[in-house]
């Protein structure tokens, strides 16, 4: 099947009033799982990676992206790659050389005015390649060992006109929000600003995007899709779906070296943990939550 385009799925979902599930790879056993747990529940799926995740890879985005983009072609429904967190405009300006048809532009450590002419820059730029652009406003938190912001910290929380004005300023095709999540939450106790999202999705006009999601619990992903999320990214769920099942198997057999058998199991419960949570956004697109 040909690479979908992130942006027709985004559409697609926002249409029906639901989201797209964007799962993060790590290593090719990630992105064949994401896709087997996709076709599982027959739903469109985006294989995104990460800044980190290049950096993990020695610094090399090819190899991985190669990988995502076979897996992908070879799946029964579509599947879109898209470029996340991107920090560096260096690694930003591989993206279409590598067969992604979005990136995400990470810019919101900065002060506004930066984070505003960082963001515009490089919106430029991909839509002159034929990409769509995502950015964030507000600070989601929790990457690269920081701690989650406080509910009340300074900037913690995405501003609805301040994200108008920013939107209508950069040009960005999707924005990310920070209205209660965080990165690299182990705990499902997130609490969104479901008020929040409601004046958010009011006045952006452009689709808008949870990250940190693995965070929150079903209901609470449920109840951000029918209040206007249209991507839903999610990281450490699989991560931890992968560890637990690779800690199960290493302690039943203490002399295994083979990897094949671990990198399995941990495969497996990765791809039932994508169809699990697509199974949670599906639900919200055709009944409110």
């Given at each position: 099947?040909?690479?979908?385009?992130?942006?027709?799925?985004?559409?697609?979902?926002?249409?029906?009033?639901?989201?797209?599930?964007?799962?993060?790879?790590?290593?090719?056993?990630?992105?064949?799982?994401?896709?087997?747990?996709?076709?599982?529940?027959?739903?469109?799926?985006?294989?995104?990676?990460?800044?980190?995740?290049v950096k993990y890879h020695g610094g090399r985005l090819r190899p991985l992206a190669r990988a995502a983009?076979?897996?992908?072609?070879?799946?029964?429904?579509?599947?879109?790659?898209?470029?996340?967190?991107?920090?560096?405009?260096?690694?930003?300006?591989?993206?279409?050389?590598?067969?992604?048809?979005?990136?995400?532009?990470?810019?919101?450590?900065?002060?506004?005015?930066?984070?505003?002419?960082?963001?515009?820059?490089?919106?430029?730029?991909?839509?002159?390649?034929?990409?769509?652009?995502e950015a964030e406003l507000g600070q989601v938190g929790g990457k690269n060992g920081e701690p989650p912001?406080?509910?009340?910290?300074?900037?913690?929380?995405?501003?609805?006109?301040?994200?108008?004005?920013?939107?209508?300023?950069?040009?960005?095709?999707?924005?990310?929000?920070?209205?209660?999540?965080?990165?690299?939450?182990?705990?499902?106790?997130?609490?969104?600003?479901?008020?929040?999202?409601?004046?958010?999705?009011?006045?952006?006009?452009?689709?808008?995007?949870?990250?940190?999601?693995?965070?929150?619990?079903?209901?609470?992903?449920?109840?951000?899709?029918?209040?206007?999320?249209?991507?839903?990214?999610?990281?450490?769920?699989?991560?931890?779906?992968?560890?637990?099942?690779?800690?199960?198997?290493l302690a039943r057999d203490e002399r295994g070296v083979d990897p094949r058998p671990y990198l399995t199991?941990?495969?497996?419960?990765?791809?039932?943990?994508?169809?699990?949570?697509?199974?949670?956004?599906?639900?919200?697109?055709?009944?409110?939550?």
């Amino acid at each position: 099947m040909p690479i979908a385009a992130t942006g027709e799925l985004i559409t697609e979902a926002a249409a029906r009033r639901g989201a797209v599930a964007a799962f993060n790879v790590i290593t090719l056993e990630h992105a064949e799982a994401i896709v087997e747990g996709a076709e599982a529940a027959r739903a469109p799926v985006i294989l995104q990676i990460s800044e980190n995740a290049v950096k993990y890879h020695g610094g090399r985005l090819r190899p991985l992206a190669r990988a995502a983009h076979e897996t992908a072609r070879a799946a029964a429904v579509p599947v879109a790659l898209h470029l996340d967190h991107v920090h560096s405009p260096e690694l930003l300006h591989q993206a279409a050389e590598c067969g992604f048809s979005s990136a995400m532009f990470d810019a919101a450590r900065l002060p506004y005015a930066e984070n505003l002419a960082a963001t515009r820059a490089a919106a430029v730029w991909a839509h002159g390649e034929g990409l769509r652009l995502e950015a964030e406003l507000g600070q989601v938190g929790g990457k690269n060992g920081e701690p989650p912001l406080d509910a009340h910290a300074p900037g913690a929380r995405t501003d609805p006109d301040e994200a108008l004005a920013f939107v209508t300023a950069t040009g960005v095709d999707a924005l990310a929000v920070a209205v209660g999540t965080s990165h690299a939450m182990t705990s499902r106790d997130a609490r969104i600003d479901h008020d929040l999202l409601a004046r958010l999705r009011g006045a952006v006009p452009v689709p808008l995007v949870l990250h940190g999601s693995s965070g929150a619990s079903d209901e609470e992903l449920a109840r951000a899709v029918a209040g206007g999320i249209a991507k839903v990214n999610i990281g450490t769920a699989l991560n931890i779906a992968m560890t637990g099942a690779i800690r199960e198997r290493l302690a039943r057999d203490e002399r295994g070296v083979d990897p094949r058998p671990y990198l399995t199991q941990g495969r497996d419960a990765m791809a039932r943990t994508v169809t699990r949570l697509m199974g949670v956004l599906s639900s919200a697109a055709v009944k409110p939550v």
